[in-house]
């Protein structure tokens, strides 16, 4: 029996343990061999099912220790898939609640925000419609959509301010962004103003060229990869500055006058450049107070010195109106608008419009707008207005008739020679006048002090030769002297005017032959008022004249005669001449003077005021007008008897003098 078992005990082949050691990662073969005797295998186990699922396992494994990728691709499938659970279910809370939030947040803070263009339009009491393109720049790796969010505008930090004083707040539509580029997004909104005082200090520094930062702070909903994140903004914004340059107002149209409000209503076209690609839309009418510096506008300054003056608001700035704009709009480039300027009737309105009226350029200060609530007062700055394309006054003519004879006032007949006084003789020049407007207005109390541009040095002789007489009536030195004298409308300036109407559709009563008074002729002496006739439709001016008289500027004569006569020049008797001699001699010395250079006629400067009346309102307007005085060859010898007017004693006889009986001296020596 012992023999039998021990022949049938199985004996574990070499192979079997090598392959069994690689397969469970045994120990090295001499272990092996060591253990061999020690743990015999049976025979039957080389033809079991565990040795054959061994056997499968070695021949298609990966890795010893890795049973899983060993045998099949089947089981190599079931693998990798096994990780793959595992690295989704390990790694996507920490990428959802770690990573992506976190680059979310650096979505939010780097990424940039470019103003392209913003039109503000239609303000209202606290409001203001905002619409433009914005570029954002998204430096995120994620494609991003944000929701609507409602944005808290602040002004930049201050020292009471640190996170900016909030200024108001707006809703911001939603849009899209792609990740890591740039987009344009598109945005209309409301913003609701909270502050007006820091929106005004905000908005006036844009309107004077800064670029001021807006800050934009508000909690937004962020959605990046299907999941919604919040996060925390505070974004500086930069509007593009709004510096509106180059003001001018011209084209002035007279249109009415107001007596009610005591205003003259003036339509003109207002022009200037912006820059910006900001835009003001639809902001409807706005009305900004304009004022006026009369010292620093005078024409002598340079351009320079009087933009920097006329154009600052100081204390001596004087409000002289309103500027209207129905249509209040800006674009990027040149704009113009109609406007309608509504003057107070001042002093420094009516400096103003007579400078206009001389050609004079001007600069004015507007202050504005004033109806456009947290908007009010946020424009300070200058505007150029141009003079007038033509003088008020454009020359003067010096005949015999009317400076040496001269018009009775009362009576409108020529002057008696032996009745010169300044109650019974006007004597002065013909005014030609022109009207740019195309409409009528009135003028009255004139008073022009006249100056020649040259100065005169001269003496001569006034001569009266009446056959058998031939007298030396008086002589006259001179001391160097531009004035010719003082000119104003009065009274019987109207008086060789026989033809004369005291303005469109109106006319002078009729004569009533039942009196011994010529009531037509009286009312037409009575009258001191030039109407100023309106341009035609096409804007050709009006041309229109006038006469008047001119009596000495005061202190002249005492300064001027050099002999200490500056009483009545012949044989001193007012009713043969009520001026002194240098007066009466002044503007034949100096057409003597243009005469032998050939020219015939003189330049002048007329200074002073008149009152300007349209529909009711009177303003009193100063101008200074350089123009030129033509003279007819009877001036240049001065003969106030000659001429049939008085007989066989006006042809034979003279009362005057001549180029030949002045010599000049000084200055004016030849």
């Known amino acids: 029996m012992s023999s039998v078992s021990q022949s049938a005990q199985p004996v574990i082949q070499e192979s079997t343990i090598h392959r069994l050691r690689a397969c469970y990662g045994a120990g090295s073969s001499k272990e092996g061999e060591s253990t061999a005797g020690k743990a015999a295998v049976p025979v039957h186990f080389q033809h079991s099912a565990l040795a054959e699922y061994h056997r499968e396992k070695r021949e298609g494994c990966v890795g010893g220790t890795h049973w899983l990728f060993c045998g099949t691709p089947y089981r190599t499938v079931i693998g990798l898939l096994a990780l793959l659970c595992f690295a989704v279910l390990f790694w996507t809370p920490i990428v959802w609640y770690l990573f992506v939030p976190r680059v979310v947040d650096m979505f939010a803070g780097a990424t940039s925000v470019n103003v392209i263009n913003v039109t503000l339009s239609e303000p209202g009491v606290n409001t203001l419609n905002v619409e433009g393109y914005i570029q954002i720049n998204n430096h995120g790796m994620f494609a991003v959509e944000v929701d609507s969010f409602n944005a808290t505008v602040r002004g930049p930090p201050e020292e009471d301010h640190p996170d900016g004083r909030p200024i108001g707040w707006m809703m911001v539509p939603r849009f899209s962004l792609a990740g890591n580029s740039p987009g344009l997004v598109h945005t209309s909104t409301v913003m609701h103003v909270s502050d007006g005082h820091a929106f005004n200090d905000m908005s006036r520094r844009m309107l004077n060229g800064e670029a001021v930062p ?3 702070s508000s909690e937004m909903m962020v959605w990046a990869l299907g999941l919604p994140f919040a996060v925390r903004l505070n974004k500086q914004v930069t509007f593009p500055p709004l510096e509106l340059k180059n003001y001018v107002t011209e084209n002035l149209r007279m249109s009415h006058g107001n007596v009610t409000t005591n205003q003259l209503i003036i339509d003109a076209d207002l022009s200037f450049y912006s820059a910006s690609p900001m835009r003001l839309l639809r902001f409807g009418e706005l009305i900004a107070e304009l004022y006026y510096n009369a010292d620093d506008n005078d ?6 010195d009087r933009r920097a003056r006329g154009g600052a608001l100081t204390e001596r700035s004087i409000k002289i109106g309103e500027c209207v704009m129905a249509d209040y709009r800006v674009v990027q480039g040149m704009n113009t608008l109609k406007a309608r300027i509504v003057l107070d009737a001042n002093a420094a309105t009516g400096a103003s419009l007579g400078r206009w009226a001389s050609k004079i350029d001007q600069t004015f200060i507007s202050v504005g707008p004033t109806n456009k609530h947290f908007m009010n007062g946020i424009w300070v700055g200058s505007n150029d207005m141009p003079g007038s394309a033509i003088t008020m006054y454009t020359t003067t003519f010096a005949t015999k008739e009317t400076f040496v004879k001269g018009y009775h006032p009362q009576t409108g007949e020529a002057c008696t020679f032996w009745d010169q006084s ?6 002065g020049a013909i005014i030609m ?8 207005w009135f003028l009255r109390d004139i008073s022009y ?6 100065a005169y040095e001269y003496e001569g002789k ?4 009446v056959p058998p007489l031939d007298i030396d009536a008086v002589e006259f030195r001179c001391a160097p002297t531009r004035a010719i004298g003082r000119t104003f409308s009065k009274p019987g ?11 469109l559709g109106l006319s002078y009563p009729p004569d009533d032959p039942s009196t011994a008074v010529d009531e037509r002729l009286q009312a037409r002496l009575a009258d001191d008022v030039i109407p100023v006739p309106p341009a035609s439709a096409d804007g050709t001016p009006a041309v229109y004249s006038f006469t008047m008289p001119v009596h000495p500027i005061p202190g002249v004569a005492e300064r001027v005669n050099l002999n200490g006569n500056a009483g009545p020049c012949v044989f001193g008797l007012e009713n043969l001449d009520p001026f002194d001699c240098c007066m009466t ?3 034949t010395a100096a057409a003597c003077k243009a005469a032998e250079r050939g020219e015939m006629h003189l330049v002048v400067t007329s200074t002073g005021n008149a009152t300007m009346i349209v529909d009711g309102v009177s303003i009193n307007i100063s101008t200074s007008v350089r123009m030129p005085v033509s003279y007819t060859k009877d001036m240049l010898d001065f003969d106030a008897l000659g001429g049939d007017d008085y007989g066989m004693v006006g042809v034979a006889g003279s009362a005057g003098f001549s180029c030949d009986d002045l010599t000049f001296a000084g200055i004016s020596a030849p």
């Open 462 to 465: 006034f001569n009266v030769n």
């Open 214 to 216: 807006w800050q934009l």
């Open 422 to 427: 300044t109650e019974a003789c006007d004597k």
């Open 585 to 587: 001699t002044i503007f």
């Open 493 to 503: 300036m109207w008086a060789a005017y026989p033809e004369h109407r005291p303005g």
């Open 433 to 440: 006048a022109m009207n740019p407007f195309q409409r009528e």
């Open 449 to 454: 002090d006249i100056y020649l541009e040259e």
């Open 299 to 304: 024409g002598s300054l340079q351009v320079s």
